[in-house]
């Protein structure tokens, strides 16, 4: 089974703050991606990634960025928290071919003070 | 720009009753994923849809997809209460990205 392992499930920290979250997978998968999730509004994208060290914007990367050293794991990085950034952020990975369904972790649910 | 809309965004529904959710985009794609979501859980992968005519079942559940409508299907044959939970569809976007609907969260009644 694949197993996609997200760093914190709750988290609280203070405006101006510097956040990470880390995931984590154990299927050799080569793309890995961030996600946010607000009510009414589904997931949006932040960034994605398809190879160690390679990274792409997804639709609201502003006030994000992102690491990818190893393969099997992705950092999300809030350069200087804001109340807006409030939200359940979900990783997910999944294989560059094969038309297989991207799998998600747990979800980290982020509160900015 | 590629959008995916849900509708309904919530229903609620009596054990027994058949129901359909939709889901519909605004650019070509022929890839198209169904995900199901409890509270407080992660989404786990219901069904992938790769082309024109699709149909996938499992149990309860029916997804079809008609790329020419740009239209996909949730159906809910005789419902019961542990199919209570948001609903996700969600369109392919190039080669890696996906685009999310806004979800419908679905209760069933006893």
């Known amino acids: 089974d694949v197993k996609v392992t997200q760093s914190s499930r709750y988290l609280v920290k203070r405006t101006g703050e510097k956040v990470f979250l880390e995931c984590v997978q154990d299927m050799d998968h080569e793309n890995m991606f961030w996600y946010r999730q607000d009510p009414g509004l589904g997931l949006r994208l932040i960034y994605f990634?398809?190879?160690?060290?390679?990274?792409e914007k997804g639709d609201i990367p502003e006030g994000y960025s992102v690491s990818r050293e190893k393969k099997e794991r992705f950092s999300l990085i809030l350069e200087s928290a804001s109340t807006n950034q409030t939200s359940m952020y979900l990783c997910?990975?999944?294989?560059?071919?094969?038309?297989?369904?991207?799998?998600f972790g747990d979800g980290t649910r982020l509160s900015i003070l | 720009e590629l959008k995916v809309e849900q509708n309904p965004l919530f229903l609620s529904m009596q054990e027994g009753k058949n129901y359909t959710i939709y889901c519909n985009y605004s650019t070509t794609s022929d890839r198209l994923y169904w995900y199901r979501q409890d509270p407080g859980k992660s989404l786990e992968s219901l069904f992938v849809l790769l082309s024109n005519g699709a149909v996938k079942q499992e149990g309860r559940l029916m997804a079809s997809l008609d790329t020419k409508a740009r239209l996909s299907t949730l159906h809910i044959t005789a419902a019961v209460h542990d199919l209570s939970a948001t609903y996700f569809c969600?369109?392919?976007?190039?080669?890696?990205?996906?685009?999310f609907g806004q979800g419908t969260r679905l209760t069933i009644n006893p």
């Open positions: 969600a369109v392919q976007q190039g080669a890696q990205k996906l685009v």
């Open positions: 997910a990975s999944s294989f560059a071919w094969g038309r297989k369904p991207q799998h």
């Open positions: 990634s398809y190879d160690v060290k390679m990274k």
